[in-house]
């Protein structure tokens, strides 16, 4: 027999030869089935129609399976078992009992906004798996692209827009920066400063020069920072500022993971940019019910502060 030509067994109709087999009788399966005996006869009828073979002989009490019926039954169970678990399990991910969801951000939302989004998560939803991955904006863009991860927290400095032709950005808040200086600092009684006003100090930062982007986001015209030391993490960072090795800009979402040993000064108005932070997915892509609840989750924790 041709590909084409193949018969369709649609799950109904197996499901009605199943019930019939177990009874056998018509009757009593379309009493199961909540069914007319006529509405039974036709589905058999139709299924041997398409088979091209009969499936059961009709006796003056019932039915009982013929050669090709005895054949099909074992398939026809193994069938609707196989539908059943995939039902039970798209059920589970719809009610988010299974899963998983695999999570991207950036250092300094690693500081609070995420763990603490992960774990209002986590307690509503203990079978979904869970992954984070901590990573800057340009790689964790690159994972998301990859379908290395579901959804990413990342951020853009004025000056460098997300392609919101590529991601779908749920604008999640606004952080500005602030400098944090060793206690002893000649500034840290001071409400605010100026960038001008720490033209003297050495700044601790992620990496040198314009290639740093906090320095980038926050530099006026004209201001050239001294770096004398560069540190990756942001434990490192404060800790060299807290020892009176230099000054440093924070994210306003790193601030919980400030030593108490140092102080936090507000920039000016005019000198303190604004970093936009988004939970990003891929535009175009589905987006599972566990992504959908992270994201309300995230929106949820960014407005609490």
Do not use: N
């Not at 067994?9 to 379309?30: C, E, K, N, Y």
């Not at 059920?91 to 939302?109: E, I, K, M």
């Amino acid at each position: 027999m041709a590909p084409d030509s193949l018969p369709v067994m649609q799950p109904h109709s197996l499901d009605v030869f199943r019930t019939v087999a177990r009874h056998g009788s018509i009757t009593a399966a379309a009493r199961e089935l909540r069914y007319t005996q006529s509405a039974v006869s036709r589905q058999i009828a139709a299924l041997e129609a398409d088979l091209g073979v009969v499936l059961f002989d009709r006796l003056p009490r019932g039915v009982a399976l013929t050669e090709p019926g005895r054949c099909l039954l074992p398939h026809a169970e193994a069938v609707l078992e196989r539908l059943d678990t995939v039902h039970r399990e798209l059920d589970a991910l719809r009610g988010l009992g299974a899963g998983r969801l695999r999570v991207g951000a950036f250092p300094t939302a690693m500081a609070a906004l995420v763990p603490r989004a992960l774990a209002a998560f986590r307690a509503a939803h203990r079978q979904v798996a869970l992954s984070l991955v901590e990573g800057r904006t340009p790689v964790l863009l690159e994972r998301l692209l990859a379908g290395d991860a579901d959804l990413a927290v990342v951020t853009a400095p004025p000056d460098q827009p997300l392609d919101a032709g590529r991601f779908d950005l749920r604008h999640l808040l606004d952080e500005r920066l602030l400098v944090a200086v060793p206690r002893d600092h000649r500034l840290a009684r001071r409400r605010t400063v100026r960038l001008a006003e720490l033209g003297d100090d050495s700044f601790v930062t992620g990496s040198t020069g314009a290639d740093d982007p906090l320095m980038r986001a926050a530099m006026p015209p004209g201001f050239r920072p001294r770096i004398d030391i560069v540190a990756a993490d942001w434990t490192g960072k404060l800790g060299c500022v807290a020892a009176g090795l230099g000054v440093a800009l924070v994210p306003a979402l790193a601030v919980r993971a400030a030593p108490a040993d140092l102080a936090l000064l507000r920039l000016h108005p005019d000198d303190a940019p604004v970093r936009r932070v988004y939970a990003a997915t891929v535009a175009g892509r589905h987006r599972s019910p566990a992504v959908d609840r992270l994201l309300d989750g995230l929106a949820t924790q960014a407005r609490a502060g």
